[in-house]
């Protein structure tokens, strides 16, 4: 009997309406890769380690932005839709899975959190980073593509892909500013926002600031991530 890994889907956490909710989009992208999609909610700091015990594979989602404090700066007009609870959860989940060897999966928000949990820093809005930045919140199906990114050769982004240059779609404000050490940038938009990221001296890292769960259905060259992720968690 072949056994399954078992990869936690981090979960956004309403304060307001007091529930926790995660698109259809990643959980269905990681049964069809073949991994069993565990929602992991924001729980407390200690939890983190724990919660690492019961999975194989790590996939940090979406979401609102990350608390300017935990990259040394205060908080600018641009920044928004802080989530203390799952800011402190998720950045100890990632650095734990870091240590402990685990794969992980960043997606836009998750990207963000892997590079911030690894000591880089983003920026709190793309007109910071460029002065004539592409439109990165796009107002079209999430399915769609609406914007180039370029890959570099000899990435992980590369061999899991398999491609150079990739139409992808975009909702986000924030980008990956200083990158973390020892972490490399695997993708770039053509007004120099950061899209991949990876750890060079680990199993699986990949940071992606696309949303391929939304884009996997039409265009299954982005099954690859998740197909890859749940590889590298079957080693484990």
Known sequence: MTVLPVIGITAAFDEEEERYSLSRYYVEAVAR???IPLIVPPL???MAAAVLEKIQGLLLSGGGDLDPAYFGEEPLPYTKGINPRRDIFELALARAALVRQVPVLGICRGMQVLNV????T???DLILGTAHPLKHYQEAPRWYGTHDIEIQPGSKLHSVLGVR???VNSFHHQAVRQIAPGFKISALARDGVVEGIEL???PFVVGVQFHPEGMWEREPVFL???TALVKAAKKR
Do not use: K, P, T, V
């Open 200 to 202: 060079g001296n680990h």
């Open 122 to 124: 983003i920026y709190q």
């Open 44 to 46: 407390s700091f200690e």
């Open 33 to 35: 890769a073949g991994g």
């Open 224 to 226: 690859g991530l998740f």
């Open 165 to 167: 240059r990739l139409r």
């Open 117 to 120: 949990a690894a000591g880089g």
